[in-house]
């Protein structure tokens, strides 16, 4: 052929991959998600294989492994003892409570690495919705807000570096910065769960928390799977109301939103690989179908060529190992 355009020339050495490459992945962009408990044992988590909820002990071992392989956060999400669940969630912002334990013993260990807290009721709250349930079944949201403050507050006290609102109650950013600024947390940033989508791939993670939602479901506040415009909509406002950081959830089947959303803000973007494509990749590994390791790493890859910077998956420790 008389062919003088071959876009394989650029492929046809690992060196000039090298080169040409547009998308790296390293354990620097990754955020390891870790359950917690209390108690002195941890429980592997049936509904995620490969998971546990850690004990404190086990936790601080877990994230300074992790940090050693060059992952810069970890994110918690506790299992609270039913007896400790209301109505209020008022365990949200006991100061003395498993997360600001968890905080304060990570921060003590491992000072450089850095601790973001899940903020939202569902692992505190009787009815397992991320806000406060009116007698006929709304989730109020101002009402919702104010708790969300005090939960943030306690985690800044304990020492966090980032507050991750996952609840999707409107004005929640604003909120959280006028409390975090007017008690002196200036330096604590936001990450907030911006499209965070209604969502079948959460399934196994409320069943590794028990936080399953008792009545109803979450549509009238996360985000209907069908619409990519109104997430541009809510990362203007977060980004107006002072977010640090805009996050989408899923990743991978809202790649598209990902990449909106990185070319409509300034903001560092950050998506959360959710228990749901976790699971797939594991079961596809599991069944002898896929590469456990090899999937893992194109589906992070992807997710960080849509346009996240930052990627909170339940693969960052193996995945780091691998890196
Ligand atoms: N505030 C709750 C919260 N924070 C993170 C997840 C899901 C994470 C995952 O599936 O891995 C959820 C579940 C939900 O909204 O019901
Ligand atoms: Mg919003």
Redesign the pocket.
């Known amino acids: 052929m008389n062919l003088p355009i071959r876009p394989r020339r650029n492929r046809q050495s690992p060196a000039i991959r090298d080169l040409v490459r547009e998308t790296v992945l390293t354990p620097g962009n990754l955020i390891y998600?870790l359950f917690i408990q209390e108690g002195d044992e941890n429980t592997p988590i049936a509904a995620m294989p490969g998971c546990q909820r850690w004990c404190l002990a086990d936790l601080v071992k877990e994230a300074g492994e992790a940090h050693a392989l060059g992952i810069p956060g970890v994110v918690l999400?506790p299992r609270i003892p039913d007896e400790l669940k209301t109505p209020g969630a008022e365990e949200c912002h006991n100061d003395a409570g498993l997360v600001p334990r968890a905080i304060r013993a990570l921060k003590a260990a491992h000072p450089t690495l850095m601790v973001i807290t899940?903020v939202?009721l569902?692992p505190y709250n009787s009815d397992g919705h991320?806000g406060l349930v009116a007698a006929d079944g709304r989730i109020l949201n101002d009402e919702t807000v104010t708790v969300l403050c005090q939960q943030a507050l306690c985690h800044a006290r304990a020492g966090a570096d980032i507050v991750a609102p996952?609840?999707m109650m409107d004005g929640r950013v604003a909120a959280l910065r006028a409390a975090l600024d007017s008690d002196g947390f200036t330096q604590v940033s936001i990450m907030s769960?911006t499209a965070?989508y209604a969502s079948a791939?959460?399934?196994?993670?409320?069943g590794a928390l028990d936080?399953?939602p008792k009545a109803g479901d979450?549509k009238t506040y996360?985000m209907d799977p069908a619409n990519t415009i109104e997430a541009l909509r809510e990362a203007a406002l977060d980004e107006s109301e002072g977010a640090d950081i805009l996050m989408v959830?899923?990743a991978g089947p809202y790649l598209d939103i990902i990449t909106r959303i990185r070319d409509a803000s300034t903001l560092p973007i950050a998506a959360?690989q959710?228990?749901?494509e976790?699971l797939m990749i594991k079961a596809g590994a599991a069944a002898g179908w896929l590469d456990e390791d090899k999937v893992a790493l194109e589906s992070l890859l992807g997710i960080r060529r849509a346009g996240a910077n930052m990627i909170l998956t339940?693969f960052a420790k193996k995945v780091a190992a691998v890196l």
């Open positions: 998600p999400f899940d939202a569902d991320d996952s609840d769960y965070k791939y959460y399934g196994p993670f409320r936080s399953a979450k996360q959830k899923p959360y959710v228990s749901g976790y339940y």
